[in-house]
């Protein structure tokens, strides 16, 4: 059955990118455009993974993750969050706040499949 | 076009937002703003440049926008105070970062000096804050080299009372056995132990799915331990009771690649990696059991209780009822109320709802709303000649219907509106740089930002616009020791004003600077041939002679200025969006000049005339005055040339039946009127016709897209009564250019070119 992967990030660019990696891979996209648009939408994507960025207006990575995790649906969703390389304390809030992982900016298309391999069957 | 050059095409997109919010941003903090969601929106505006530069390998950019981004993290943390001196780098990072945006979107280059000194002044300002920058500043532990340890407790089931310093005594001996092991080659093999505590399942990592992935880099021989599983009575289903012992072996497998597979679920298990060769393979098989025998899962539970993070690496001595799990409550429900208020203040600032649209789309739409209407007014006026009374049904649905056609273009125009602001954001750099160059101090005051303007409108305005800016600060604006001897401020002031004016876009730019001199200003008009020494002119008209073609001040090609680019230029591009430009001057004051535009391109405002029986549209902005010409006024000055009378001056009577080709005979002037017109470099003509058949607004339709170009035509439209009008190009029919008064400037022959092919109907097409 397809996946449905649940893409939130501010950055058109971003998205785009993402979006072309995961179709490609024969996942299915849904997309938001920052942590409050990725909550309100978290119910409809009926999503299997979820790809957040940190650096988001209106509500960023953290809260959406800790909001995720809020939702009975999805308290075993597994989220990934958009990183740059060095950031330790970035990847350790995000793990507190409830993320199963992390994908290192600038991803190629291989990697980020393996990320989502490794926490989706 | 390939997926991923579209998205390139997105992103240098995005980079232009991102730039115009960085600007914004920063210049709000200039003004005094400290609402530190200004500061956050600065620093995501170069962190969003960052990630996607990274991910099409821009490198300089990449460079240029880290050491931006590491500055600006500083400055949102507090780290460093956001003031003036600092600010004002940060705006000139700006300008340097727009800069390698451009040049990687084009292929340029960057001023390296320039992007040099600014990166350095960058990393002084954030090292000046003791190590500052993006610091690993993690748990601290990275310098230190764990080496693994086979723990051989093959003796703990004899022994049982063995203490642990005894234990830890054994392992120490071991890591010398252990190191020799090292640099061996060929097959590796690594004995994993990995024990998941809730932690890890709360976050959604999977056991299985991490067994899977140490699968992917060789053989496994996986052993799970369920020594910890409780009875089904006194299990929670979610907590984590279950362990796993897996031998990996593989070729050159390196104990980076293994700690790789678990590095999301580190701190949240028990993790033991040890590597082994084939001879104590064996021993450690049998280690292996032994420890199973430990109650790892009473090792663990303490070492959660205790909260250490890491704990769970070293052996507690006894295991001790999880007295932490109550504890935690709290702290989460704390979150919880945090959250909450947070998600609510952030949805109360929510910003209007938008979407984008295509382009094409709401081109297509404008059209079809053009069409709407011409085929309404067509409607309309066949009804009218069917003699239907004015209050029957039909007529007054037609009236509702003429009206919410209004309304409907009105409501399409708008979509296409934008506000002018996106040409405007481009102009605070453009002063602060021409400022500099020629060692002015100046001051841009911008107002009505949020103006909105036809889409077709705006993107031609920016050119000449700059122009103007240019001008003002170059030749407006006096030095500041100049301005100080005259009495005012070092610092020139130049606004740029944009405004709805009774349906039109009015835009003002004015400086306080020396006005225009209007004697030089003749001198060369006359110097020129432009002008005759004896001719009379207002102040006014001084003034607008510097818009004549081939007036230029610049006795050498300013830098700033660029080559001949003269006003003559701003007038004609602004005449070509529909618009008239105007200046006014006070000497020692400053100048304004006065931009008025149509709302929008596709629709004019004209004035009906006939000529040969040919129903023609004159663009209203081009007509000065309507006359009915006197005999006495008309004056022929050779066979096919005739002028007219104007109060004081004489201006070219054109017979446009004539110049189109719909008639080889001008009727006498005295039986038609004449549209006195004004064109580029304000030369002035009138236009003979036969009848003015009243003023309209009239939907343009493009001559070239659905025929082609025609001499003396720009464009078409379809009039209510279904005939199709051509609108006249007034430049072209006022044919060589005649000069204001009767100077050095040959007549005009006032008729002129061959129009044979010119179609004298058009059927309507497309």
Same mark, same amino acid.
């Given at each position: 059955?397809?996946? $449905?992967?649940?893409?939130?990030?501010?950055?058109?660019?971003?998205?785009?990118?993402?979006?072309?990696?995961?179709?490609?891979?024969?996942?299915?996209?849904?997309?938001?455009?920052?942590?409050?648009?990725?909550?309100?939408?978290?119910?409809?994507?009926?999503?299997? +993974?979820?790809?957040?960025?940190?650096?988001? *207006?209106?509500?960023?990575?953290?809260?959406?993750?800790?909001? +995720?995790?809020?939702?009975?649906?999805?308290?075993?969703?597994?989220?990934?969050?958009?990183?740059?390389?060095?950031?330790?304390?970035?990847?350790?809030?995000?793990?507190?706040?409830?993320? $199963?992982?992390?994908?290192?900016?600038?991803?190629?298309?291989?990697?980020?499949?393996?990320?989502?391999?490794?926490?989706?069957? | 076009?390939? *997926?991923?050059?579209?998205?390139?095409?997105?992103?240098?997109?995005?980079?232009? =937002?991102?730039? !115009?919010?960085?600007?914004?941003?920063?210049?709000?903090?200039?003004?005094?703003?400290?609402?530190?969601?200004?500061?956050?929106?600065?620093?995501?505006?170069?962190?969003?440049?960052?990630?996607?530069?990274?991910?099409?390998?821009?490198?300089?950019?990449?460079?240029?926008?880290?050491?931006?981004?590491?500055?600006?993290?500083?400055?949102?943390?507090?780290?460093?105070?956001?003031?003036?001196?600092?600010?004002?780098?940060?705006?000139?990072? !700006?300008?340097?970062?727009?800069?390698?945006?451009?040049?990687? &979107?084009?292929?340029?280059?960057?001023?390296?000096? &320039?992007?040099?000194?600014?990166?350095?002044?960058?990393?002084?300002?954030?090292?000046?804050?003791?190590?500052?920058?993006?610091?690993?500043?993690?748990?601290?532990? @990275?310098?230190?080299?764990?080496?693994?340890?086979?723990?051989?407790?093959?003796?703990?089931?004899?022994?049982?009372?063995?203490?642990?310093?005894?234990?830890?005594?054994?392992?120490?001996?071991?890591?010398?056995?252990?190191?020799?092991?090292?640099?061996?080659?060929?097959?590796?093999?690594?004995?994993?132990?990995?024990?998941?505590?809730?932690?890890?399942?709360?976050?959604?990592?999977?056991?299985?799915?991490?067994?899977? =992935?140490?699968? &992917?880099?060789?053989?496994?021989?996986?052993?799970?331990?369920?020594?910890?599983?409780?009875?089904?009575?006194?299990?929670?289903?979610?907590?984590?009771?279950?362990?796993?012992?897996?031998?990996?072996?593989?070729? #050159?497998?390196?104990?980076?690649?293994?700690?790789?597979?678990?590095?999301?679920?580190?701190?949240?298990?028990?993790?033991?990696? +040890?590597?082994?060769?084939? !001879? @104590?393979?064996?021993?450690?098989?049998?280690?292996?059991?032994?420890?199973?025998?430990?109650?790892?899962?009473?090792?663990?539970?303490?070492?959660?209780?205790?909260?250490?993070?890491?704990?769970?690496?070293?052996?507690?001595?006894?295991?001790?009822?999880?007295?932490?799990?109550?504890? &935690?409550?709290?702290? #989460?429900?704390?979150?919880?109320?945090?959250?909450?208020?947070?998600?609510?203040?952030?949805?109360?600032?929510?910003?209007?709802?938008?979407?984008?649209?295509?382009?094409?789309?709401?081109?297509?739409?404008?059209?079809?709303?053009?069409?709407?209407?011409?085929?309404?007014?067509?409607? $309309?006026?066949?009804?009218?000649?069917?003699?239907?009374?004015?209050? @029957?049904?039909?007529?007054?649905?037609?009236?509702?219907?003429?009206?919410?056609?209004?309304?409907?273009?009105?409501?399409?125009?708008?979509?296409? #509106?934008?506000?002018?602001?996106?040409?405007?954001?481009?102009? *605070?750099?453009?002063?602060?740089?021409?400022?500099?160059?020629?060692?002015?101090?100046?001051?841009?005051?911008?107002?009505?930002?949020?103006?909105?303007?036809?889409?077709?409108?705006?993107?031609?305005?920016?050119?000449?616009?700059?122009?103007?800016?240019?001008?003002?600060?170059?030749?407006?604006?006096?030095?500041?020791?100049?301005?100080?001897?005259?009495?005012?401020?070092?610092?020139?002031?130049?606004?740029?004003?944009?405004?709805?004016?009774?349906?039109?876009?009015?835009?003002?730019?004015?400086?306080?600077?020396?006005?225009?001199?209007?004697?030089?200003?003749?001198?060369?008009?006359?110097?020129?041939?432009?002008?005759?020494?004896?001719?009379?002119?207002?102040?006014?008209?001084?003034?607008?002679?510097?818009?004549?073609?081939?007036?230029?001040?610049?006795?050498?090609?300013?830098?700033?200025?660029?080559?001949?680019?003269?006003?003559?230029?701003?007038?004609?591009?602004?005449?070509?969006?529909?618009?008239?430009?105007?200046?006014?001057?006070?000497?020692?004051?400053?100048?304004?000049?006065?931009?008025?535009? *149509?709302?929008?391109?596709?629709?004019?405002?004209?004035? +009906?005339?006939?000529?040969?029986?040919?129903?023609?549209?004159?663009?209203?902005?081009?007509?000065? =005055?309507?006359?009915?010409?006197?005999?006495?006024?008309?004056?022929?000055?050779?066979?096919?040339?005739?002028?007219?009378?104007?109060?004081?001056?004489?201006?070219?009577?054109?017979?446009?039946?004539?110049?189109?080709?719909?008639?080889?005979?001008?009727?006498?002037? $005295?039986?038609?009127?004449?549209?006195?017109?004004?064109?580029?470099?304000?030369?002035?003509?009138?236009?003979?016709?036969?009848?003015?058949?009243?003023?309209?607004?009239?939907?343009?339709?493009?001559?070239?897209?659905?025929?082609?170009?025609?001499?003396?035509?720009?464009?078409?439209?379809?009039?209510?009564?279904?005939?199709?009008?051509?609108?006249?190009?007034?430049?072209?029919?006022?044919?060589?250019?005649?000069?204001?008064?009767?100077?050095?400037?040959? !007549?005009?022959?006032?008729?002129?070119?061959?129009? @044979?092919? #010119?179609?004298?109907?058009?059927?309507?097409?497309?």
């Amino acid at each position: 059955m397809t996946k $449905t992967i649940l893409t939130v990030d501010d950055s058109r660019t971003m998205r785009d990118m993402l979006h072309l990696a995961l179709t490609e891979a024969g996942f299915r996209v849904v997309q938001a455009v920052d942590g409050l648009d990725g909550l309100e939408a978290l119910d409809a994507a009926q999503a299997d +993974v979820i790809i957040t960025d940190i650096n988001m *207006p209106r509500l960023d990575g953290f809260g959406f993750i800790e909001g +995720v995790r809020k939702n009975d649906r999805h308290r075993a969703t597994p989220i990934l969050v958009l990183t740059t390389e060095s950031d330790t304390t970035k990847k350790q809030r995000a793990r507190d706040a409830g993320a $199963t992982g992390w994908i290192v900016k600038p991803f190629n298309p291989e990697k980020l499949i393996d990320a989502i391999r490794r926490v989706a069957a | 076009m390939d *997926p991923l050059a579209a998205i390139k095409v997105t992103f240098f997109q995005e980079c232009e =937002e991102q730039l !115009a919010e960085l600007e914004g941003g920063l210049l709000a903090m200039e003004g005094g703003d400290h609402d530190p969601e200004i500061v956050n929106a600065v620093f995501r505006a170069v962190h969003s440049i960052k990630g996607g530069a990274g991910a099409f390998s821009l490198e300089e950019l990449v460079r240029f926008s880290h050491v931006f981004e590491t500055a600006l993290d500083l400055i949102r943390s507090g780290d460093i105070p956001a003031d003036q001196e600092t600010l004002k780098l940060l705006l000139r990072s !700006a300008d340097v970062l727009a800069d390698h945006v451009r040049a990687a &979107r084009d292929g340029g280059s960057v001023d390296e000096g &320039r992007s040099s000194a600014m990166a350095e002044a960058l990393e002084a300002l954030a090292s000046g804050m003791g190590g500052g920058g993006e610091a690993d500043t993690g748990d601290g532990f @990275s310098d230190f080299v764990f080496n693994p340890v086979a723990i051989d407790l093959s003796d703990t089931a004899a022994a049982p009372d063995a203490s642990i310093e005894d234990l830890l005594a054994r392992v120490t001996g071991e890591v010398a056995a252990a190191d020799a092991d090292e640099g061996a080659e060929g097959d590796v093999t690594w004995h994993i132990r990995f024990y998941p505590q809730v932690g890890l399942y709360q976050k959604a990592n999977e056991s299985g799915l991490l067994l899977r =992935e140490l699968a &992917r880099l060789g053989r496994i021989d996986v052993r799970l331990d369920v020594s910890g599983l409780p009875n089904l009575q006194n299990m929670n289903p979610e907590d984590a009771y279950l362990g796993w012992s897996v031998e990996l072996t593989g070729p #050159a497998i390196e104990e980076a690649a293994v700690r790789d597979v678990f590095e999301w679920v580190d701190g949240d298990c028990y993790l033991d990696i +040890v590597r082994a060769d084939a !001879a @104590s393979a064996q021993t450690l098989a049998t280690s292996i059991d032994a420890v199973g025998e430990v109650d790892v899962m009473a090792l663990i539970r303490a070492a959660q209780a205790a909260e250490v993070p890491g704990a769970a690496m070293v052996p507690p001595s006894s295991g001790s009822a999880p007295a932490g799990a109550p504890a &935690r409550a709290e702290p #989460a429900k704390a979150k919880e109320a945090a959250l909450d208020a947070k998600a609510q203040a952030a949805a109360r600032e929510a910003s209007p709802q938008t979407i984008r649209v295509d382009l094409e789309r709401v081109d297509r739409l404008i059209d079809l709303v053009g069409e709407l209407v011409i085929n309404q007014a067509m409607l $309309t006026q066949r009804v009218a000649e069917c003699g239907l009374q004015r209050a @029957s049904s039909v007529a007054m649905g037609l009236d509702d219907l003429e009206q919410l056609t209004r309304e409907i273009q009105d409501s399409v125009m708008a979509i296409r #509106a934008q506000p002018v602001k996106s040409v405007f954001q481009r102009f *605070p750099r453009l002063v602060r740089e021409i400022a500099a160059m020629t060692g002015k101090e100046v001051r841009l005051i911008m107002e009505g930002e949020g103006t909105e303007v036809d889409k077709t409108v705006i993107e031609r305005l920016s050119d000449p616009l700059t122009h103007m800016i240019r001008n003002a600060i170059d030749h407006g604006l006096e030095t500041p020791e100049e301005r100080e001897a005259a009495g005012k401020p070092r610092e020139g002031v130049v606004k740029l004003a944009a405004l709805h004016r009774s349906g039109r876009i009015v835009i003002e730019i004015s400086d306080d600077g020396r006005g225009i001199n209007r004697p030089r200003v003749k001198q060369i008009a006359v110097d020129k041939g432009l002008i005759s020494p004896e001719t009379n002119l207002s102040d006014d008209e001084i003034d607008n002679l510097i818009f004549m073609a081939g007036f230029s001040t610049a006795a050498t090609v300013s830098d700033i200025s660029g080559r001949g680019v003269g006003m003559d230029v701003v007038r004609r591009s602004i005449q070509s969006l529909g618009g008239r430009i105007n200046i006014s001057s006070r000497p020692g004051q400053g100048s304004t000049f006065t931009l008025s535009l *149509p709302l929008t391109l596709a629709v004019l405002d004209g004035m +009906v005339v006939t000529v040969a029986g040919q129903t023609l549209v004159a663009p209203l902005t081009a007509i000065i =005055e309507s006359l009915q010409p006197k005999a006495a006024d008309v004056r022929n000055l050779g066979p096919n040339a005739q002028v007219i009378a104007i109060r004081d001056t004489h201006v070219p009577l054109i017979d446009i039946g004539r110049s189109l080709g719909y008639r080889t005979v001008t009727p006498p002037p $005295t039986e038609g009127v004449a549209l006195l017109v004004e064109g580029e470099g304000g030369s002035r003509a009138a236009l003979m016709v036969d009848a003015i058949q009243g003023q309209r607004q009239v939907v343009i339709k493009s001559l070239e897209a659905n025929y082609r170009p025609v001499p003396g035509i720009a464009a078409a439209t379809i009039l209510g009564d279904g005939r199709v009008a051509l609108i006249l190009d007034i430049d072209a029919v006022m044919v060589p250019k005649p000069h204001e008064g009767l100077g050095a400037a040959p !007549a005009s022959t006032g008729g002129g070119y061959d129009l @044979s092919a #010119a179609p004298t109907s058009l059927a309507k097409v497309g």
